[in-house]
């Protein structure tokens, strides 16, 4: 778990995002010429242009004529990419829950839905169901592919798992010249995987080194989304399950705040 770091003054990412949007030379977008910063008004002028530049209102996607403060934003940003829980974020920007739980929202519904092709290699394959009975929710369920060597990822919501659903997603997301493992479900024993390989492993005696990566990824999704609502809403899993394929599957966007700043700048 990242700790949270010392964040800098206001100043400091008004005039990060200034340069995110504007360039490092804070170029006029009409006549590019230089710019001066007014950080007292929060804005960019141009002499020669006789004209006002604000980052949240030029090519700002996202951000277009924010309330809030650059700072905010910046923290925002931070505590998504490295999936705080609601609570250290609001505590960190003194922002509402609801407020927080909006961008974080946004943010998600914003991500790009990257296509890496098909999973090949080794692929650890499973089912997983998510929302509890006792917390009167339905169950959904969730089926999921990892390729061992990458990392990448596919998850699907399915409305059971039979033979049918199951060789759908097999087709749909597993290349013909891999090796998919699976558990012994006895859907599995009436779907022809060919040309794949197929391994089966027995859970009940041990061999659990086949199916590390993807009862990992399971937990991790499943310890991310309580930290973030307690418990898991599964009326808002579409979302975030595309946000951990982009996770696992687009790192670089996740890497730092100001990558993923620039990409929230880019799209409107
Ligand atoms: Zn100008």
Not at 127 to 155: P, W
Not at 159 to 178: E, M, V, W, Y
């Amino acid at each position: 778990m990242k700790r949270v770091p010392y964040f800098f003054s206001n100043l400091t990412y008004w005039r990060r995002f200034n340069r995110l949007v504007f360039g490092d030379s804070l170029l006029c977008p009409k006549c590019n010429l230089a710019m001066s910063e007014n950080y007292k008004l929060r804005y960019l002028w141009c002499k020669y242009c006789r004209k006002k530049y604000r980052y949240t209102s030029f090519k700002a996607g996202l951000f277009y004529s924010t309330k809030l403060s650059s700072k905010q934003l910046y923290q925002l940003i931070w505590c998504y990419l490295n999936k705080k829980s609601i609570d250290t974020t609001r505590s960190l920007t003194k922002l509402s829950y609801p407020t927080v739980e909006r961008w974080i929202a946004r943010f998600r519904d914003h991500l790009p839905e990257t296509d890496v092709g098909k999973l090949n290699g080794l692929v650890q394959m499973d089912e997983s169901f998510f929302g509890r009975v006792r917390h009167k929710q339905d169950q959904v369920i969730v089926v999921g592919a990892i390729e061992a060597e990458t990392g990448r990822i596919k998850l699907e919501l399915v409305p059971n798992r039979s033979s049918k659903t199951l060789s759908n997603f097999i087709d749909g997301h597993i290349s013909h010249k891999a090796t998919v493992i699976t558990d012994k479900w006895r859907a599995y024993d009436e779907i022809s995987m060919f040309p794949r390989e197929h391994l089966s492993v027995n859970h009940s005696i041990g061999e659990f080194r086949f199916s590390n990566k993807i009862e990992g990824l399971w937990s991790e999704i499943k310890k991310h989304i309580r930290r973030m609502y307690q418990k898991i809403l599964t009326n808002k899993l579409k979302p975030i399950l595309n946000e951990w394929q982009e996770r696992h599957n687009n790192p670089r966007l996740f890497e730092s705040a100001d990558t993923f700043t620039s990409y929230l700048f880019q799209i409107s």
